[in-house]
């Protein structure tokens, strides 16, 4: 396997990361536990999970496996910090008062002293930015951050955090984790060339595009049972499958079948080999899941190939939106 930079670190990944969002529901914890050690064995070495993902849940089990099985030297592990963690008025955002606080609380339910890499899940709106870089900052120097990274940012917002980092002499972002998938393909206009000229790895999320890239519906409105529009019963999931992504979905199915893979894998194989992207977060359900996507590890996009992607979803478009949850995205595609 090749493993690949973390940004401007010196950090080495697999090319994919393990996602933790479906620790504890639907994935119990034996399930989970199982799902990371296959993981491990295959070579992924970074688990990237949140504190909002199950309110602690799934921090939670990640910590106590690796405190039982004594691999958290083994691991980079990252985690974010910025959604709602409570019903008082400070109990989300990127202030420092909730960084600072939230910190601790993960740490405790990781069962570690320090956090590999610490990402703000989404930008802050109602604040300067250097009060969030600051509060990063002084983690990094109290140990318990060794890096920091932001995720689902506009670009413009990327530039003004690390011009701000460097302006102020302060720890800058490594890393953003963006929605990214064939569907969605918008960060190819502005944020993919600005991670590549300041060297910040890309983390995509959803390279899967909820399931739709591995066949998992065939009309928009049938929601199958497991799947992620069925589970999660809301507007936004259900949104996210167009009927447009059915169409490119069938396409890939057939190019899939045509080179002895599934439609998932064909689908993490080609996000995995687009320019500037550093590792996808698969986010198993199940171990099955896990084991189709860990072959895609050791395979490369065959470049003549990538011109076919193209003519699916021409480069900077989309079809699905995944941007949907961005809370600075103003525009909605019309995917019908």
């Known amino acids: ?96 008062y909730h960084i600072i606080k939230e910190c601790e609380a ?30 990063f900052d002084d983690l990094i120097r109290a140990g318990k951050v060794r890096y920091i990274g932001c995720s689902t940012h506009p670009a413009w917002m990327v530039m003004e955090a690390i011009a701000l980092s460097e302006k102020y002499n302060l720890n800058r972002y490594i890393s953003e984790q963006p929605p990214y998938n064939l569907l969605d393909r918008r960060i190819e206009n502005e944020l993919i060339p600005l991670c590549q000229k300041y060297d910040l790895a890309i983390l995509p999320w959803s390279p899967l595009a909820a399931g739709v890239l591995a066949g998992r519906y065939n009309e928009v409105g049938d929601y199958p049972d497991g799947s992620r529009a069925k589970r999660w019963d809301d507007k936004i999931s259900q949104g996210r499958v167009s009927k447009r992504g059915i169409d490119v979905a069938r396409v890939v199915a057939d190019m899939a079948e045509e080179r002895g893979l599934t439609s998932a894998q064909l689908a993490l194989l080609w996000l995995k080999d687009q320019p500037g992207v550093t590792a996808p977060i698969i986010g198993p359900r199940t171990l099955a899941h896990l084991e189709d996507a860990l072959v895609v590890l050791d395979k490369q996009l065959d470049e003549t190939d990538r011109p076919l992607f193209d003519k699916l979803v021409h480069p900077g478009t989309a079809v699905s939106d995944f941007h949907s949850t961005s809370n600075w995205m103003k525009a909605r595609l019309v995917t019908d």
């Not at 990371?36 to 064995?41: E, V």
């Not at 069962?111 to 899940?121: A, E, F, R, V």
């Open 1 to 96: 396997m090749e493993y690949r930079q973390l940004g401007r670190s010196g950090v080495m990944i697999a090319p994919l990361c393990l996602g933790a969002m479906n620790f504890g529901n639907p994935a119990p914890e034996e399930d989970s536990f199982a799902i990371m050690q296959r993981a491990l064995d295959a070579g992924i070495n970074m688990i990237d999970t949140a504190n909002v993902y199950k309110r602690g849940t799934s921090e939670t089990i990640i910590g106590k496996f690796l405190k039982e099985r004594k691999l958290r030297n083994q691991i980079i592990l990252a985690t974010k910090v910025y959604n709602k963690m409570g019903d008082g008025p400070n109990q989300m955002g990127g202030s420092r």
């Open 106 to 135: 993960s740490l405790k339910r990781l069962q570690t002293d320090h956090i590999d890499l610490y990402q703000l899940h989404r930008p802050p709106l109602t604040h300067p930015q250097d009060e969030t870089l600051r509060a």
